[in-house]
């Protein structure tokens, strides 16, 4: 009598978890920090209205952007020294804001931990891509978002800790722990992985330019990207006018940072559910959906201007990111021709820049008009001009399904 045995599955190796660990502290330290930095350029820093939003629309659009250059440059210099580059930048930002908070000290150091992030986030997911053995990469990769949202939920716990307790100026010390925490998984620890002899090295960036450029003279595609701007100027509103809408107009001593957290939380337990309800809806149409949703989100954060309105408002853009979110990356890759999906993906980038930019923008000057210190305030015009360009971009969207029916066949 014999028996068949079946092979455990190949093991992820250390570089991986490690990696994952590097990925954990960077997200505790951009959460924790990113989720008050608009109160930090406030009430620490002395900028007005109108600077904070160029500041934080600004540092945005140049995180957005970064990983294209500094992508391509750590496939040159390698994972590990790009790690080490990232990290010692983010550490050395993180400790200017916290030691000088002087605003051309802070701006100087704002635009250096949005570069430092363009060596870090390509390097660890191209580390997942690696080190994940064979027919483990969608299991590597969720346990790699896992981290993002543990490290957001970590982040802002200990944000709001030391913002209760002690004071706002000095949640980047926090974040500068994280920092060299990192660096040290980096320096000590981590190796560099092996690429297989199917992953091929990165294009040169002039080259990759010049796809990119091609690809954009696709007046579809190039709609499409502008278009989906909208979704991320929604989303950017929770660090850059959140903040200061709860603290300035409901409770100064709120807790923000945990009300944030309702959305992780929510993604984390309704994901599957809202993927199996839309998977036989059109690309196009869920994120549709997923747009008017976002929209009513706004709208209820300024109708019912309460911590319960907030954490309503929260709850809701979590169920338009779970809408949207996926089935934009898989549109995005219908657009590729074959053997240039990686570029393709690259672009995604986009519409979050474009959306971060206008939305830093934005707020600076719709806070000052109707969310002012002193005297009348207005929060339901604010998030009703919000809720209205969420209406605009999703009737883009719908135009754009309608104009595109027949090709579109991207589920």
Not at 5 to 18: L, Q, V
Request: a positive charge; one cysteine or more.
């Amino acid at each position: 009598m014999t028996t068949e045995t079946t092979a455990a599955p190949e093991k992820f190796p250390p570089t991986f978890y490690y990696a994952n660990a590097i990925e954990l502290f960077e997200r505790m330290a951009h959460y924790g920090f990113y989720i008050g930095l608009a109160l930090y350029l406030r009430k620490v820093v002395g900028m007005s209205d109108i600077e904070v939003g160029f500041t934080l629309g600004n540092f945005r659009f140049v995180g957005s952007l970064a990983p294209i250059p500094c992508g391509a440059l750590a496939d040159r210099i390698t994972f590990k020294r790009s790690l080490m580059l990232a990290f010692t930048g983010y550490a050395t930002a993180y400790a200017t804001i916290l030691l000088v908070p002087k605003k051309g000290f802070v701006v100087f150091a704002l635009m250096l931990a949005a570069i430092s992030g363009g060596f870090m986030k390509p390097v660890i997911t191209g580390t997942v891509v690696r080190t994940a053995p064979e027919g483990r990469q969608a299991e590597g990769f969720a346990i790699f978002y896992r981290m993002v949202n543990s490290g957001s939920v970590v982040g802002k716990t200990l944000a709001f800790l030391v913002r209760r307790l002690v004071a706002i100026r000095y949640v980047s010390f926090t974040s500068v722990v994280a920092s060299l925490a990192a660096l040290g998984l980096a320096a000590f620890v981590y190796e560099e992985p092996k690429a297989s002899t199917e992953v091929k090295k990165g294009p040169a960036l002039s080259e990759l330019l010049r796809g990119y450029r091609e690809a954009l003279r696709n007046v579809r595609f190039a709609f499409f990207l502008l278009v989906a701007a909208g979704f991320y100027f929604m989303i950017e509103q929770f660090y850059m006018t959140f903040p200061t809408y709860v603290t300035r107009h409901i409770d100064e001593k709120a807790p923000l940072e945990l009300i944030t957290l309702i959305n992780p939380a929510f993604i984390a337990i309704f994901q599957g559910v809202v993927l199996r309800a839309l998977k036989n809806v059109r690309a196009i149409t869920a994120m549709t959906i997923g747009v008017l949703v976002a929209s009513t989100s706004m709208l209820v954060m300024g109708a019912v201007p309460t911590l319960v309105g907030a954490c309503l408002s929260g709850a809701l853009f979590a169920c338009a990111e779970m809408s949207f979110s996926p089935r934009f990356y898989d549109f995005v890759a219908s657009f590729a021709p074959k053997g240039k999906e990686g570029m393709y993906m690259g672009l995604t980038f986009v519409p979050s820049a474009i959306g971060a930019w206008f939305g830093g923008q934005a707020s600076g000057r719709l806070i000052a008009a109707y969310l002012p210190k002193t005297g009348p305030r207005d929060p339901l015009a604010i998030w009703s001009i919000y809720a209205g360009l969420g209406l605009v971009c999703a009737l883009g969207l719908f135009t754009y399904g309608w104009l595109t029916r027949p090709r579109a066949q991207a589920k």
